[in-house]
């Protein structure tokens, strides 16, 4: 599974910069770096709540060489944090919040 | 070569400039008035009198000595410093009002717009010029008449000057250039005789358009053309060709500019209409301001289109003085200030208030760009160091795969909804077009109901084969609410007619007189703070029951509100927290009919639009197949009367074309989409599609004429042969029945549903290659069949889904 594609968060993404009106190229952008800062701050959320445990075990996954899939992180993510899919939610709109065109 | 030669030897010593300008004709003003060409100003000159340009091209140039800053600046010149007028000259010399007057602050003795507007007309009179044979004219006609010419000589002189600029911008530059060539290669004299010939064959098509244009602005002015609302859709019908060809012109611009106008347009059609016209207004007064950014051909191109469309919309009902004053009062409020802040403000109208989207992006790309490097230390700081460009490098990787699948999604959903509202938006035009009647409307609205029920459950029993696709769930979910959001709509249209149907005048106006006897107060509203007179009669109207102020046309609107805001007998100026009492208009029985009547001829008006479309839909193709002819008078009248059917045939033509365009873009974005998506948003697809009116407007055809019934059999090689023809034979339906031995040739639709049909097959041919070709004796159905056994599906880029639906009995029709 996958909690960012599942939780459709381009499009949320899209609706909650107003980026639904530029042209694909310019929205790929943003989505692209958008995205990226999104999971990033989610990360650093997620971080904050883990148990120490689940913290270091959650730094050895994002450290493994090769990187894990997306799903694997979706799977720990789920199952150690339940509402992790509303933390999601409340971070794209506070992220839209600080940064909207 | 020696001729030319000659020529110029004969001449004085001209610039290329001169030679240019002598050669486009552009004209300029000598200090007579009188308009001459550049070429006849020098050769008259006395010392002293000749212009600007013809001293600076005897002191400065000669042919190959002016570099490429110097060619520049003289080129400007005609545009910014000649005696060339002004837009804004040109739009205050035909209102008949002075710079100085327009000017005059507040305080002073400002005349009203109608003011200006008499005097014009006056002026007219006065000289004798452009005005109709005396001809006996309702108060009603000749007020109509004001503001219709008003409007139109606004327009198109803001055209005419248009016209020069850019000859003096455009083909200035290119016959330079190409007289430089021709100077530096003397000998090519061929070439030469080449640019002549296209320039001329260039020029004599223009001059023929504008003759063709001028044939009927004199026959309105003589008043050959019975005064009324047709010689006036006529115009205006007119005018919008025009506005096509000034699309065209926009379309040459360059990419950045195209990009300032489109965004411009589209902004300003989201304004309402008082806002447009003020915006238009001001570009027409205020051209010269708008040189400083995007071009001048493409500002003034874009001004024009927006203005010709606003024209459009709202000269039948509303008083279009007043409107463009409102446009004059906003050039006025800003001509004081400096050019670049004029021009930014003109832009900002324009294009809005917003930041410029490119500028906003890249501002959000640096700031994310700050913010990354925060995030990224900060977690170097919660995980370990070693880990952070490895999680790093995973958010980058995620993130890239999300922009592109999402933006797969929602290009997907927003092609679909396109496809929808373009088959809704072909479906109300034919409605327009074919005076759909009560249980037509009906028909419409009960079909879209089925088909958005039939929608449902077809969605929820795709199979996704992975929770992974969860996603397409919802963009499905996301098509049935557009698909319900369309039916909705198309209940709406017909609701509409059929409440146009059964009322008459009589009975809303004694409704409405009833209501306001037994609450007047209730008719009576408080200008609210921001408000105005216009918005606050807008929204007691539109609560005002029975009277189906909301669903009328805005034309229809506007007028309503003009009248009623006339009889209240209020001049534009309130206050907050005035009270307008309305009750006294709505209340009056004989006024509220008349009015209620006159609204009705307006929606007969904009249909005649839709008609006078067709005819110069049938124009346009005389005209290309038949070069060189004249265009006069005699011929558009034989045209128009006799073409009928086929000016039919180009619009509805072009409305399928528009339907089946959006089906082909999203079946191109279904590429690329999973599978198991392909599955269920072909479902989706169909149905929105079915329910789209355009579409369904195809297998109707098809029922009343049963070209289906009379082509699916034959074989793929004797129709195309017959249909490139024009040869296919329709069996005569006698008692509703076909009757194989009495023949008859097609009608216009049926013509039209043959072409589908035969593309269609062309298509399929083209996909399948050599080994797709139809085999001897193979007929249409089963070749159509044949594509859809090898692969899997029909070919939905065409009419694949029409055909399937029709032979298998899918659709309600009658074939």
Redo the contacts between chains.
Sequence with gaps: ??L???A????K??EA?G??D?P?D????????????????L??KV?DILSPDDRNNF?QM????P??S?DQ?SSFLTEKVPNIESLLQEEISSFAGE?R? | MDKDKNTMENKPLRSKVDIAMEETGVEVKDKTGELKTVAEIAMNKKDGETNWNVKKAEQKDTPDQKNESERDENEKIPMQNSPLRTAQEIVLENTGVTKKQVLKTPDGDLRSDSDIANERVNKIIEKGEGQPEKIEKTEEQIERDKEVDSAIKRVLDAEDEFKKKEKSQKKFEGLVSRFKMVINKDKEGEKKDSVTREYNKVKAEKDQAKKAMNDLIKQYARGDIESGKTEFATKIAMLKDKDRLENERIKKQDKPTQGWIKKGLEKWHKQGILKQVAITGAFIMGGEALIAFGGLTAIVGGTMVAGMATLEAVATATGVEKMIGSGQKWYRKKHGMTKEAKTEEARKEFVGEEEDDEQGIENLLKNFDQHDIDLNKKLGEVFKVEHRDKIIRWTVAVAAGLAVGGLRASHAIAKMKKGAELGTKSGMIASDVRAVNEEKLAEIVGQGTKEVEKLGPRINKVPFPSAGESGQISRMQEAVTSAKELEFSSRGVAEKGIEAVAKSAGETAGSLAKQVAENPDKFKAVVEAGSSQWKTAEGLLGEVEGLGFKSMELEQQSHFIDSIIKEVGKNDLVKTGEKLDFSKALGNKSFMEKLIERNKEIAKGTKEFINIGKNNAAIEKWAVANPGKALNTETVKGIISGSKKVAEKIVDKGIIDEAAKAGETFATSLKGVPTSAVAAEKATFEAIKTIGAGIKKLPEFAGESGVWAQTSDMSVYKFMEDSAKGAIEMSEKIGGVSNAVSKRAMTGEEAKVIKLLRDYIIKIGDIGGKAGRPGKGQTVMEYINAFRAKNGRPLYNGLGEFVSKVKSGDMPIRV
């Design positions: 599974m996958s960012f594609k599942d459709n968060i381009q499009v993404i899209v910069f980026i639904g530029l694909e310019k929205q790929a952008q943003v989505l692209a770096r958008a995205g990226e800062l999104l999971i990033k701050r990360f650093l971080a730094d994002l450290g493994q060489e990187p894990v997306e992180v940064f065109v």
